[in-house]
DNA sequence: CTGTTAGCGCTTTCAT
DNA sequence: ATGAAAGCGCTAACAG
């Protein structure tokens, strides 16, 4: 039968309260009864019901990761972050896709999270850039932790500096040699294209490169996207010859396209991305690009609004590294372009 | 304030036990009863609590997805099907990943499964592999459904004819002219593995071709297991004009491996993979593969899995179709090698 | 076919 | 610092 916080009290030889004082950290115990309470607990492997928790304390020990159509390996490896900090704190995860194109967005999180009673959300991008949705969330007094949000003081979750990664990678690419470095901008609603964009300008201006607008073209974070501005910017008079491309997908996208009218990479053109996915080492040749730890940056998200959950004052913004990975996409601009 | 089961049976007339009857679909109602209660419940838009309703009902109204270590893609896939399957049934749904290397794996599903009270199961492969699992899950009497397993009857999930879906690979390659075709093995511990060595055998057979031990080298799935049974391949001393390999990373591998030595492909070495994840659309020249409806399989083994919860004499074993990709990384094998 | 009475296992008051 | 009693919102068992 089921061990009940009944059990663990009288073999520990104090009330129920006591029992779930402890479970719940509560100060207001001595140390000796905590320890003894503990000892017995875990001897009789006890574990709280986790619906009559629930029901009785009027929270689900519950968090959901949102997400709207994002890469797969990305959500995978932040859920996986996730759901390690979800262990180690014992609470429940809950995964929920959300269309945040719809007008009854915000709406549907709201119901969602009152009919689950969920005690907190984490939100991946684009989702971390809807105004509306945080605006809402804050007047409800709902705890959330932002990965990779664009601009909001006082918020929780985890941040990198994704800027400051573009400019670098204009810098390397500027340092091979490359003055012709055109830019595919990502899906227009999320905040890193923007941050990505910002960190080529300020890596073209470092380099004494001036901006050319018709080497920046518009992406959306897809392989096809990638395909099509490859073809527009290989279509112009004086292309470029490096690319750096908002994210993975579409940088896979430009190599695709450059083999297809047979130029070397990097000899003819260089090819860089961001994310660091997996297609990037499974293309050939293997793509240079920025990695960013998604699993540690999922599990600190996590860790972080866990705290808040528990005490609404806590809860920080945890800057994360990137890493530029360099890899064989890339190289000097001394080819000749017949 | 919350809409609660007595407000709706106060505005409708009736106990709350028949509000709750009308809402589990018990069959003893009145028609005339049901509907009114209906029509009051939605609108109230009255919302049972779930935590009061696995804590009377002893069930948790909660499936668990359980994997270890799949490729992103299919799991994704696989989780938005049963999400899907989910939310049209009211069920929610957690996540967990599982190493079913451990010894104590076993124990840890059935802690897992009594501690939070989830009503069923859905297992991905290797987990559907594992006998001692499924077992002790039948003895346990818990609910669970398969995705792709290894043969078992009367289980409850889905199912590809991956056997098939091979051979019919092999046919391919055999009538563009090829006799020299080479097979990468999955990960020993999958069953798909068998199942697509054995497509590989009979589509060699009915090609009239025989079997050569030393084309057919052992995989685990990864794009790097890929790259080095490439190498192996290539090596020979009368190498393979073609490779199939048990899954699309693998297969990204050879062409990896490929274009480092200079082959071209198909016009050197066709290759073709399994499972159709994006990567085999992001490679260049575009990967020939099988496209199996992963999300249609976890919606479908989900919608399976709850009926069984409902009704253990129901639940079955659906067929689902796979379909070849001809892409573009196979060809006639007519180029001679230099 | 419908209603009444007890809980499910825990946390909250409010005492002490 | 600890305990007793009163629910949380729902379903189970038994009546009628």
Chains 1, 2 share one sequence.
Not at 103 to 128: C, H, K, N, W, Y
Not at 142 to 167: F, N, W
Not at 173 to 189: E, F, K, N, Q, V
Request: aromatic share 6%; proline share 6%.
């Amino acid at each position: 039968m089921r061990v009940r916080i009944e059990d663990v009290a009288a073999a520990a030889g104090v009330s129920m309260k006591t029992v779930s004082r402890v479970l719940n950290n509560e100060p207001t115990v001595k140390e000796a009864t905590r320890l003894r309470v503990q000892a017995v607990a875990k001897s009789l492997n006890y574990r709280p019901d986790p619906s009559a928790r629930s029901l009785a304390g009027r929270r689900s020990y519950l968090v959901a990761l949102l997400y709207d159509n994002p890469s797969a390996n990305y959500l995978m490896e932040i859920l996986t972050g996730v759901v390690e900090a979800c262990e180690q704190y014992h609470y429940g995860m809950v995964v929920q896709p959300v269309a945040y194109t719809r007008a009854d967005f915000v709406q549907t999180v709201e119901s969602l999270v009152a009919l689950s009673r969920l005690d907190g959300l984490i939100l991946t991008p684009p989702l971390t850039d809807s105004i509306a949705l945080l605006d809402r969330l804050d007047e409800l007094r709902i705890p959330y932790a932002c990965v990779s949000p664009k601009v909001r003081e006082g918020g929780i979750g985890v941040t990198l500096d994704e800027q400051e990664a573009a400019r670098e990678m204009i810098s390397l690419l500027a340092s091979m040699g490359h003055t012709r470095i055109a830019h595919i901008r990502g899906h227009a609603a999320h905040g890193a294209s923007e941050w990505r964009h910002e960190g080529y300008c300020n890596g073209l201006r470092q380099a004494g490169i001036d901006y050319d607008p018709s080497l920046v073209v518009q992406g959306e974070f897809s392989f096809d996207s990638g395909m099509q501005a490859a073809h527009a910017l290989l279509d112009l008079d004086d292309p470029p010859t490096a690319i750096f491309a908002a994210n993975d997908d579409m940088a896979a996208g430009v190599m695709s396209v450059a083999h297809g009218r047979g130029l070397d990479i990097p000899g003819d053109l260089s090819v860089c991305g961001f994310d660091d996915t997996p297609v990037s080492r499974q293309i050939f040749p293997t793509l240079t690009t920025v990695h960013q730890p998604a699993r540690d940056m999922g599990r600190q998200a996590t860790v972080e609004l866990l705290k808040a959950i528990q005490d609404p004052a806590s809860g920080q913004m945890t800057h994360m590294p990137y890493a530029l990975q360099i890899r064989h996409s890339t190289g000097p601009a001394h080819r000749q372009r017949t």
